[in-house]
C-alpha cells in the first residue's frame, strides 16, 4: 500500500526528498534523472507536473514549467514516462501539481492513473484543507495519498489538519514562495511538535532548503527534508547535462541529514 511504501522511508531514518519538473529539459532526460536520484540516495521523489500558473513557486520553478511546457510535455506523457520508470526505481513518488491539472483531465480518471502507474502521493498545494474532501475519497478509492501541507500561518489549524493527515506532512519552513533562502526563520521545531502531539506522522520540511548546513540544522527537529529550486536550478543550468550535477548534490544532501 502507498501509506505504508512512503512511511516504509521514513522509518529507514531521515529522509531526502528531492523534487524536479517533468519534462525539464525533456521527458528523457527526467527518466534518467528519477533513476539516477534514486542510485544517489533520494528517498522520495517528487515529480512536478507543469501548469502554466504554478501560484506557489517562485522564478526557478516558474521557468521549469514554461520550459517543459515549451517542449509540448503533456499529463499523459508523464504518465507514459513513469510507467517506464517504474520499471526499475522503487521508492515512493508523488506528483506535485495544481488542481486544476487534476479537474481538467478529470479527477477520477487522474488519481485512477496514478495508482495504475505506481504513483504513491499526490500534493496539491493550491488546495485548502477546507477544500480536500472532494479529492480524498478518490485519493482513498485508488490507493493515493493526498499529502496535507501546513505552514508557518497554519497555526491553530494545524492540529486539525494533522489529525487527518497520512503518508508524511508537508511542512513549509517560510512564507511565500519556493526558493532557495539565506536564513529559515520558522520555528519549525515547534511547527512538528504542534503536530506530532496530534498525530505520529513524519513531518517533512520544505521551501528554502539550498544548503547541506540548513538540510543538516533542520533534519536535528524533522524527519526529512524536500529541496525543490536547487536540483531544478541544475537542472536548468546544465539543461540535458544536469544529471552528473544533480546526482551529487543528492549525495552531499543525504549525507548531511545522516
Sequence with gaps: MSKEHIKSKFDEGKAFMPF?????????????LIAAMEKAGADLIE????????????PVIQEANLRALSGDVTTDKIFDMVRRVRKTVKIPLMFMTYANVVFSYGAER?????????????ILPDIPFEEKGEFVGICKKHDVVLISMIAPTSEERIGMIAKEAEGFIYCVSSLGVTGERSNITTDIGGMVRAVKAQNDIPCAIGFGISTPEQAAEISKVADGIIVGSAVVRLCG??????????????KKMKTAIL
Excluded at 519538473?21 to 527526467?30: A, H, M, N, R, V
Design 47 to 58: 515529480l512536478g507536473i507543469p501548469f502554466s500558473d504554478p501560484t506557489a513557486e517562485g
Design 20 to 32: 524536479i519538473t517533468c519534462g525539464d529539459p525533456d521527458l528523457e532526460t527526467t527518466e534518467k
Design 110 to 122: 487522474f488519481i485512477g492513473i496514478c495508482e495504475e502507474i505506481g504513483i504513491d502521493g499526490l
Design 237 to 250: 543550468q546544465y539543461g540535458r547535462d544536469c544529471i552528473e550535477s544533480v546526482t551529487e548534490y543528492i
